[in-house]
């Protein structure tokens, strides 16, 4: 019945979606479109401030609270035309903790064609790698949003895609904790790419790996687990009328735990993931099911998983989730954006309401420099 209504829902749409929230107003400061091309130096400045407020009532997830702001500033290098270097920090502070949260160097080593785009050092993660929900949540945004690593980014007519290597805990010998990274891929297959209709077939994995073998005495297991998913989704835009933009999207997601020893009794796991959304202008409202049996995902949103991350006893083999979204997103001024969400879920395997609600005041500014 799930997959007769992910078919239903895709016949009578007729159009599709971003097959999660479209963050894009939240994307990284990107010096390709803040810094001209004829600068040979430049300053970025990424500023986030947020708060994300979640009253779960769940056994699965409590809710929780925060509040605070991000600023990144880099100074930028352009050696030619191919080849750049982007260097600064990142400091969060949280509102009510008179300390920095956060204080991290970060350096980035790009090289960039008409089709390719490659990093080495600080990634564009985070919400720019455009995966679902239930394989990344939004709270990673505010809770770790620097990765660093590899990461190779391609462009085409038909084609486009976001592959990468997370290195999140580097071992030594006398370490006490496991290595971690995480790799991860994000592709979008476009079929229609008008102005006014699109419709593509993504592509999404991810996987997080736990182990190394030089750390301290005594030795953990093993752990590797992998999420997939795939799909459709089709945007169809109406100048001028009211309802101004109608989104599908549906997803089937996989969970797999491909550990030597596994890490618990859910080794494996599938999930379906429904949204249709209605925008008009600066508002949208987003109506969304969310089926799963078994289902783990590292990085996913806590409230859609099988499994209490907490108290890992507690657990819902079944979860079955309808939801309401309302949102409203609006560009202030070219370089500033508020987005402004609220959720209301009911859990039809816990019969009970949960509610999430989230504001982003973002600026982005760069310039540039010439010698």
Not at 218 to 239: D, E, L, V
Not at 337 to 351: F, Q
């Amino acid at each position: 019945m799930k997959n007769i209504l992910i078919l239903i829902s895709f016949l009578l749409a007729g159009f599709n979606s971003q097959a999660q929230l479209d963050n894009s107003l939240l994307s990284n400061a990107n010096s390709d479109s803040l810094i001209s091309t004829n600068s040979k130096f430049g300053i970025l400045v990424d500023n986030v401030n947020y708060i994300r407020n979640t009253e779960y009532r769940s056994d699965i997830e409590q809710g929780a609270t925060w509040a605070g702001t991000q600023v990144w500033p880099s100074a930028f290098y352009r050696y030619n035309k191919n080849i750049s270097f982007k260097a600064g920090f990142f400091l969060q502070k949280d509102f009510g903790n008179t300390n920095f949260r956060t204080l991290i160097p970060t350096y980035t080593l790009s090289y960039t064609n008409k089709n390719v785009k490659v990093n080495f050092g600080t990634l564009d993660g985070s919400l720019d790698h455009k995966l679902l929900e239930p394989m990344y949540a939004m709270e990673n945004f505010i809770d770790k949003r620097i990765e660093n690593g590899l990461q190779v980014k391609g462009k085409y007519k038909r084609l486009s895609y976001d592959t990468w290597l997370d290195w999140e805990k580097m071992i030594y010998r006398t370490s006490t904790t496991q290595e971690q990274f995480t790799v991860g891929f994000s592709g979008d297959v476009n079929v229609i790419d008008k102005t006014n209709f699109k419709w593509s077939f993504p592509v999404q994995i991810t996987g997080r790996h736990l182990g190394g073998e030089i750390y301290s005495e005594p030795h953990k297991n093993i752990r590797t687990q992998f999420n997939f998913a795939y799909g459709t989704k089709i945007t169809q835009r109406r100048p001028g009328k009211l309802i101004d933009k109608i989104d599908f999207q549906g997803y089937l997601t996989f969970y797999e735990d491909l550990s030597p020893t596994k890490c618990d009794s859910f080794f494996d796991g599938t999930g379906q993931y429904v949204a249709l959304t209605l925008g008009m202008k600066n508002f949208g409202i987003m109506l969304n099911y969310w089926d799963a049996h078994q289902y783990v995902a590292p990085l996913g949103e806590p409230y859609y998983l099988s499994k209490s991350r907490e108290y890992p006893g507690d657990y819902i083999q079944y979860r079955k989730m309808v939801m309401l979204r309302l949102m409203y997103e609006q560009k202030l001024w070219d370089n500033m954006s508020l987005v402004a969400r609220l959720n209301t879920i009911y859990d039809l395997s816990e019969k009970q309401f949960s509610n999430a609600m989230e504001v982003y005041l973002k600026f982005n500014i760069g310039c540039g420099f010439k010698p």
